[in-house]
């Protein structure tokens, strides 16, 4: 439901691994806060160790695996840089509901943060279960950075085609860092 901008606002990567590597090394400075739901896939922790960023995380409480909003509230703050949303959620399958996903926009909207979505599982989605991109509600579109790939949905995870949608400015310092990664790959 999004309309962009496939010129200015769309980056190929070498699948969404790399996606995510070039967003959080491109967007942290040494001592910037990344908050992240665990679990958490192990890449986040290490591409925030290696941008000398400091991660925090938010559990997510089973049996619904939904986080506690009130630590979440709390875990947010004026030092966070990004917030990482894997959604819907690997390894849990949990689907975060639309109150979850409403303060992490509210959140990052007070704090000046930027919100990257890990969206790869995104039309694996069972028992009716609906994913609502975070990008598609209010006031999150200019400051989310969208990641998928075909790796999941089509089954070509050896192909490793990734790709970010976000504004023209974030992609462009995206691709500065990503040009050091890979210049090419599959297409």
Known sequence: GLDVDADREVLVTAGATEALSATILALIDEGDEVLTFAPFYDEYGACIAFGRGVHRTVPLIAPEFRPD???????????????????????????????????????????????????????????????????????????????????????????????????????????????YLTYVNAG
């Open 69 to 179: 909003l009130d630590r979440l509230r709390e875990s947010v703050t004026d030092a966070t840089r990004l917030i990482i949303l894997n959604a819907p959620h690997n390894p849990t399958g949990a689907v975060f509901d639309r109150e979850t996903l409403e303060l992490i926009v509210e959140l990052a909207i007070r704090h000046d943060a930027l919100i990257v979505t890990d969206e790869v599982y995104e039309h694996l989605m069972y028992d009716g279960r609906v994913h609502t991109p975070i990008a598609t509600l209010p006031g999150a579109r200019e400051r989310t950075i969208t990641i998928s790939s075909g790796g999941k949905t089509f089954n070509t995870t050896g192909w490793k085609v990734g790709w970010l949608i976000a504004a023209p400015a974030v992609v462009d310092a995206v691709l500065a860092v990503k040009q």
